[in-house]
Protein backbone atom coordinates (compact mmCIF):
# COMPACT_ATOMS: atom_id res chain seq x y z
CA UNK A 1 0.00 0.00 0.00
CA UNK A 2 3.01 2.36 0.76
CA UNK A 3 4.01 1.73 -2.72
CA UNK A 4 7.64 0.19 -1.85
CA UNK A 5 8.11 -3.56 -3.23
CA UNK A 6 8.93 -5.33 0.49
CA UNK A 7 6.91 -7.17 2.54
CA UNK A 8 7.59 -5.29 5.75
CA UNK A 9 10.16 -2.54 7.55
CA UNK A 10 12.39 -4.81 9.10
CA UNK A 11 13.11 -6.64 5.21
CA UNK A 12 13.43 -2.50 4.06
CA UNK A 13 15.76 -1.78 6.39
CA UNK A 14 17.84 -4.72 6.22
CA UNK A 15 18.49 -4.54 2.46
CA UNK A 16 18.97 -0.63 3.23
CA UNK A 17 21.84 -0.81 5.87
CA UNK A 18 23.30 -3.80 3.87
CA UNK A 19 22.68 -5.90 6.68
CA UNK A 20 23.27 -10.06 5.91
CA UNK A 21 20.98 -11.37 8.45
CA UNK A 22 17.89 -9.59 10.99
CA UNK A 23 15.86 -10.95 13.47
CA UNK A 24 12.61 -9.59 14.52
CA UNK A 25 11.83 -9.49 17.82
CA UNK A 26 8.66 -8.69 19.58
CA UNK A 27 9.35 -7.92 23.62
CA UNK A 28 7.31 -6.82 26.20
CA UNK A 29 8.05 -7.34 30.24
CA UNK A 30 9.97 -10.34 30.39
CA UNK A 31 8.87 -12.03 27.60
CA UNK A 32 10.18 -11.95 24.34
CA UNK A 33 9.29 -13.89 20.85
CA UNK A 34 11.67 -13.76 17.98
CA UNK A 35 10.64 -15.56 14.40
CA UNK A 36 12.49 -17.36 12.17
CA UNK A 37 10.76 -16.28 9.84
CA UNK A 38 8.55 -12.88 9.04
CA UNK A 39 6.08 -11.73 6.20
CA UNK A 40 6.01 -14.91 4.03
CA UNK A 41 3.46 -17.35 3.16
CA UNK A 42 2.84 -20.15 5.27
CA UNK A 43 3.84 -22.41 2.11
CA UNK A 44 7.42 -21.15 1.93
CA UNK A 45 7.96 -20.99 5.32
CA UNK A 46 9.88 -25.13 5.16
CA UNK A 47 11.88 -23.67 2.94
CA UNK A 48 13.55 -21.31 4.95
CA UNK A 49 14.04 -23.47 8.03
CA UNK A 50 17.67 -24.39 7.16
CA UNK A 51 20.24 -25.43 9.36
CA UNK A 52 22.64 -22.40 8.66
CA UNK A 53 19.49 -19.71 8.97
CA UNK A 54 18.35 -21.20 12.48
CA UNK A 55 21.96 -21.29 13.86
CA UNK A 56 22.31 -17.91 12.68
CA UNK A 57 18.84 -16.83 13.98
CA UNK A 58 19.71 -18.22 17.29
CA UNK A 59 23.32 -16.89 17.56
CA UNK A 60 22.03 -13.16 17.22
CA UNK A 61 19.12 -13.86 19.72
CA UNK A 62 21.87 -14.86 21.99
CA UNK A 63 24.21 -11.75 21.41
CA UNK A 64 21.90 -9.08 21.48
CA UNK A 65 20.09 -10.36 24.28
CA UNK A 66 23.90 -10.17 26.38
CA UNK A 67 24.81 -6.82 24.55
CA UNK A 68 20.92 -5.18 24.67
CA UNK A 69 19.86 -6.74 27.75
CA UNK A 70 23.25 -7.35 29.92
CA UNK A 71 21.86 -11.35 30.38
CA UNK A 72 24.81 -13.15 30.86
CA UNK A 73 23.86 -16.33 29.36
CA UNK A 74 20.25 -16.45 28.34
CA UNK A 75 18.07 -18.84 28.22
CA UNK A 76 16.61 -19.47 24.76
CA UNK A 77 13.17 -21.84 23.68
CA UNK A 78 12.88 -22.81 20.11
CA UNK A 79 9.73 -23.77 19.31
CA UNK A 80 9.54 -26.93 16.28
CA UNK A 81 8.05 -26.09 13.39
CA UNK A 82 5.41 -29.18 13.36
CA UNK A 83 2.53 -30.37 16.06
CA UNK A 84 4.33 -31.42 18.62
CA UNK A 85 8.10 -30.55 17.50
CA UNK A 86 7.72 -33.66 15.03
CA UNK A 87 6.69 -36.54 17.54
CA UNK A 88 10.54 -37.45 17.00
CA UNK A 89 10.31 -37.32 12.86
CA UNK A 90 6.52 -39.08 12.93
CA UNK A 91 5.44 -35.46 12.01
CA UNK A 92 7.26 -33.76 9.32
CA UNK A 93 11.33 -34.24 9.59
CA UNK A 94 12.37 -30.61 9.71
CA UNK A 95 12.68 -30.96 14.10
CA UNK A 96 14.44 -33.83 14.00
CA UNK A 97 16.68 -33.17 11.39
CA UNK A 98 17.40 -29.78 10.97
CA UNK A 99 16.14 -27.62 14.63
CA UNK A 100 17.49 -30.53 17.04
CA UNK A 101 20.99 -30.30 15.52
CA UNK A 102 21.34 -26.53 15.36
CA UNK A 103 19.97 -26.68 19.14
CA UNK A 104 22.99 -29.49 20.18
CA UNK A 105 25.81 -28.04 18.33
CA UNK A 106 25.09 -24.80 20.01
CA UNK A 107 24.56 -25.89 23.38
CA UNK A 108 28.15 -27.26 22.56
CA UNK A 109 29.78 -24.36 22.45
CA UNK A 110 28.22 -23.57 25.13
CA UNK A 111 24.54 -21.44 25.02
CA UNK A 112 21.88 -22.65 27.24
CA UNK A 113 19.00 -23.31 24.50
CA UNK A 114 15.93 -25.77 24.91
CA UNK A 115 14.21 -27.61 22.48
CA UNK A 116 12.25 -28.08 20.10
CA UNK A 117 9.59 -27.88 22.31
CA UNK A 118 5.86 -28.22 21.13
CA UNK A 119 4.07 -24.57 20.10
CA UNK A 120 0.73 -25.43 21.60
CA UNK A 121 2.20 -25.54 25.48
CA UNK A 122 5.13 -23.05 25.17
CA UNK A 123 3.24 -20.07 26.15
CA UNK A 124 1.66 -21.52 29.21
CA UNK A 125 3.10 -19.60 32.35
CA UNK A 126 4.87 -22.29 34.24
CA UNK A 127 6.57 -22.99 30.64
CA UNK A 128 7.88 -19.80 30.29
CA UNK A 129 10.02 -19.74 33.81
CA UNK A 130 13.55 -19.02 33.65
CA UNK A 131 13.34 -18.50 29.69
CA UNK A 132 14.77 -15.36 28.56
CA UNK A 133 13.49 -15.63 24.90
CA UNK A 134 11.85 -17.58 22.49
CA UNK A 135 12.33 -18.26 18.68
CA UNK A 136 9.19 -19.31 16.48
CA UNK A 137 9.77 -20.71 13.36
CA UNK A 138 7.00 -18.66 11.85
CA UNK A 139 4.98 -15.29 12.25
CA UNK A 140 1.53 -16.75 13.43
CA UNK A 141 3.27 -19.30 15.52
CA UNK A 142 5.12 -16.96 17.96
CA UNK A 143 2.84 -13.94 17.75
CA UNK A 144 -1.22 -14.48 18.50
CA UNK A 145 0.01 -16.04 22.06
CA UNK A 146 2.31 -13.10 22.75
CA UNK A 147 -0.34 -10.57 21.47
CA UNK A 148 -2.95 -12.45 23.54
CA UNK A 149 -1.36 -11.30 26.87
CA UNK A 150 0.84 -7.57 25.67
CA UNK A 151 -1.03 -6.35 22.69
CA UNK A 152 -0.87 -2.80 22.79
CA UNK A 153 2.17 -2.33 25.39
CA UNK A 154 4.80 -4.36 23.30
CA UNK A 155 7.71 -3.52 21.10
CA UNK A 156 8.71 -4.43 17.58
CA UNK A 157 12.56 -4.13 17.88
CA UNK A 158 14.71 -5.75 14.75
CA UNK A 159 17.77 -7.33 16.08
CA UNK A 160 21.17 -7.84 13.72
CA UNK A 161 20.91 -4.25 12.39
CA UNK A 162 23.51 -1.54 12.68
CA UNK A 163 21.94 0.77 14.50
CA UNK A 164 18.92 0.39 17.05
CA UNK A 165 15.47 -0.32 15.74
CA UNK A 166 12.36 -0.85 17.22
CA UNK A 167 8.71 0.20 16.34
CA UNK A 168 5.04 -0.01 17.44
CA UNK A 169 3.67 -4.33 18.19
CA UNK A 170 1.34 -3.90 15.37
CA UNK A 171 0.83 -3.09 11.52
CA UNK A 172 0.28 0.25 9.94
CA UNK A 173 -3.06 0.74 10.52
CA UNK A 174 -4.09 2.29 7.74
CA UNK A 175 -7.51 2.00 8.21
CA UNK A 176 -6.84 4.24 11.60
CA UNK A 177 -5.39 6.90 9.82
CA UNK A 178 -7.56 10.26 10.50
CA UNK A 179 -9.02 9.04 13.35
CA UNK A 180 -9.32 9.26 17.65
CA UNK A 181 -9.45 5.95 18.63
CA UNK A 182 -6.18 4.91 18.40
CA UNK A 183 -3.96 4.04 21.58
CA UNK A 184 -0.41 5.50 21.33
CA UNK A 185 0.94 3.30 24.32
CA UNK A 186 3.44 1.01 22.12
CA UNK A 187 4.86 3.91 20.73
CA UNK A 188 5.77 5.43 23.34
CA UNK A 189 7.24 1.99 24.50
CA UNK A 190 9.26 1.81 21.66
CA UNK A 191 11.01 5.11 22.43
CA UNK A 192 11.69 4.46 25.80
CA UNK A 193 12.96 0.72 24.81
CA UNK A 194 15.16 2.73 22.04
CA UNK A 195 16.42 5.27 24.75
CA UNK A 196 17.57 2.76 27.12
CA UNK A 197 18.96 0.24 25.30
CA UNK A 198 21.48 3.14 23.34
CA UNK A 199 23.11 3.67 27.13
CA UNK A 200 24.50 0.82 27.27
Request: proline share 4%.
Amino acid sequence: KGGINFSGHTELLAKLSKSTKVLMMLTSNDLRVALATTHVPVSRVTEKITYKHIKDCLNILHSNLQSKWLISRPHLKVLGLNPHAGEGGFIGHEDKEIIMPVIKDLNRKGLNITGPVSADTAFITKNLEGVDAILAMYHDQGLPAFKTKNFGNAVNITLGLPFIRTSVDHGTAYDMAGKTEVDETSLLEATELADKISQK
